[in-house]
Nanobody, 119 residues
Framework: QLVESGGGSVQAGGSLRLSCAVS????????SGWFRQASGKEREWVGS???????NYADSVKGRFTISKDNRKNILYLQMNSLTPGDTAMYSC????????????????WGQGTQVTVS
């Protein structure tokens, strides 16, 4: 249902762009979110995009990460710039109906994730 790609290893200060193919068969009113989980840490909300185009980011990534979406292709993107070792984590995209939330378990659909390693 959701397939992430684009992860990899990068040096600090570098950039990566993650992609998430979103297959939505139900109503258009849904939220797409990016989450990440570093080894041994809690899952963290990175940012989300709602059906009206409003985007919100976690303070830890604001100004460095950008969420966008190609509505024609139904692909969600996460452009990550100025990466630091603290950004190392498994990144996953998730969708839910209704309003966006920073709580991961409110999202009903998610992908397997893609690993980002910053050294």
């Amino acid at each position: 249902q959701l397939v992430e790609s684009g992860g990899g290893s990068v040096q600090a200060g570098g950039s990566l762009r993650l992609s998430c193919a979103v297959s939505v068969s139900s109503a258009d009113d849904y939220c797409s979110g990016w989450f990440r989980q570093a080894s041994g840490k809690e899952r963290e909300w990175v940012g989300s995009l709602d059906s009206d185009g409003r985007i919100n980011y976690a303070d830890s990534v604001k100004g460095r990460f950008t969420i966008s979406k190609d509505n024609r292709k139904n692909i969600l993107y996460l452009q990550m710039n100025s990466l630091t070792p603290g950004d190392t984590a498994m990144y996953s995209c998730k969708t839910k109906t209704g309003e966006c939330s920073g709580v991961y378990y409110l999202y009903s659909r998610w992908g397997q994730g893609t690993q980002v390693t910053v050294s």
